[in-house]
């Protein structure tokens, strides 16, 4: 486990969704609706999943 | 680090955090499937960048985390991401079955390379 991975990982994981209420709360002055939760979810599991497609196409005998 | 300790921080983190009060009660389910998301994506993550870095003890230099075990993890996640997205309302099963499924899977050198992630992800599922 190397340090530069762990502070990526502090980095991405702890702040995101805060991040998400905090951004939009700067933007609008108001809270996320539901509408942008969905948004986010969706975009989030988009992201994933693209991820690891990306690495199964790197890795196509792993 | 200990990665007991990474993940206390990393459930902490996410565990702690309630629903937006200007969210419907599906969208707080949603906002929580949300943050199960993420702790699964970060499981992923991890694995593919420890799968990156490279040690040479014991040589020949190797992947910290073998092909076969990332492999598990990113099948294991994309079939769960894939039935979490088409219900969202059914996260805590979808984790459970991906938790499963990686856990099974893994060979004893992938188990403890993980073991912190998984347990992040158990944690802030609730399972």
Redo the contacts between chains.
């Keep these: 486990m190397t340090p530069e991975l762990l502070t990526a990982l502090f980095n991405t994981v702890g702040p995101i969704v805060r991040d998400i209420i905090a951004k939009h709360q700067a933007a609008t002055g108001q809270l996320p609706t539901d509408a942008e939760i969905q948004a986010t979810f969706t975009k989030n599991i988009d992201e994933y999943l693209a991820e690891g497609a990306a690495w199964s196409s790197a890795h196509p005998n792993g | 680090?200990k990665?007991s300790v990474?993940a206390c921080?990393?459930a902490l983190?996410?565990s702690c955090?309630h629903p937006?009060?200007?969210?419907?009660p599906?969208?707080a389910r949603?906002?929580q499937?949300?943050?199960v998301?993420?702790?699964?994506?970060?499981l992923?993550?991890?694995a593919?960048?420890?799968?990156k870095?490279q040690v040479c003890n014991p040589p020949p230099c190797h992947a910290l985390l073998a092909?076969?075990n990332?492999?598990i993890v990113?099948?294991a996640?994309?079939d769960g991401?894939?039935t979490?997205?088409a219900t969202?309302d059914g996260w805590k099963a979808a984790t459970s079955v991906l938790l499963d499924r990686i856990t099974a899977r893994l060979d004893a050198a992938g188990k403890t390379e993980l073991a912190g992630y998984v347990q992040a992800v158990k944690t802030i599922a609730g399972i």
């Design positions: 680090m990665l990474l921080v990393l983190s996410l955090s937006p009060v200007s969210l419907s599906a969208g949603l906002y499937a949300n943050e998301v993420v702790a699964i994506g970060t992923q993550h991890a593919i960048e420890l799968n870095t092909d076969a990332t492999r990113v099948d996640v994309a991401l894939t979490i997205k969202p």
